[in-house]
């Protein structure tokens, strides 16, 4: 693995971590808290793509998972992963894989390509590992958990915005800047 690729995983962690210091918000009725770090997901598939970006993911996850406070709210260690919030914790590498995997298959990178890519993979595929995992720990019904996971939806939803929008702009400036350091050279 190259030296510049190590470098973007870590900095990728890195935002993680740092959306991590945003405090979370819990609701009464569910003990899934709502983060910020689903951007950091979507950002780290958008822009690293597939290898890279869950790369970041799992490194993340690794360091939550050796006592690092790096979830939102201060939490970290081996009971997140026996919690509620396991597995929309594991979805993160899946979903980064995903966004990543189908930008990289794109002729071009659009807002709403991304934006498309951002709702499928970032928000419902973290749902779909999410949802199940949420009900078994609650010791309630899938259906029932799905419905509680709908007050989720506009954040993640504007976040998958917020991420479409950076994607397309980030995207934009590495390339640029690759052209103009091979133009120089």
Request: proline residues 4%; hydrophobic residues 55%; aromatic residues 12%.
């Amino acid at each position: 693995m190259k030296t510049r690729d190590m470098t973007y995983i870590a900095l990728f962690t890195a935002i993680m971590a740092a959306l991590g210091f945003i405090p979370p918000l819990f609701l009464a009725f569910t003990p899934v808290p709502i983060t910020l770090q689903t951007l950091g997901v979507m950002l780290a598939g958008g822009i690293l793509g597939s290898r890279l970006g869950a790369l970041s993911q799992i490194v993340f996850l690794f360091l939550v998972a050796a006592g690092l406070p790096l979830l939102s709210g201060g939490r970290g260690g081996l009971a997140v992963f026996t919690s509620p919030s396991a597995g929309y914790l594991l979805g993160y590498a899946f979903a980064a894989f995903g966004i990543g995997y189908m930008i990289e298959r794109f002729r071009s990178v659009s807002f709403w390509k991304v934006l498309l890519t951002n709702i499928l993979f970032g928000i419902l595929l973290i749902y779909l590992f999410g949802i199940p995992v949420q009900a078994f720990f609650m010791n309630v019904d899938v259906i029932h958990t799905a419905k509680l996971s709908l007050v989720y939806l506009p954040g993640d939803l504007l976040k998958a915005v917020m991420a479409a929008f950076l994607v397309g702009r980030l995207r934009k400036a590495i390339v640029n800047r690759s052209t103009y350091h091979q133009s120089s050279s």
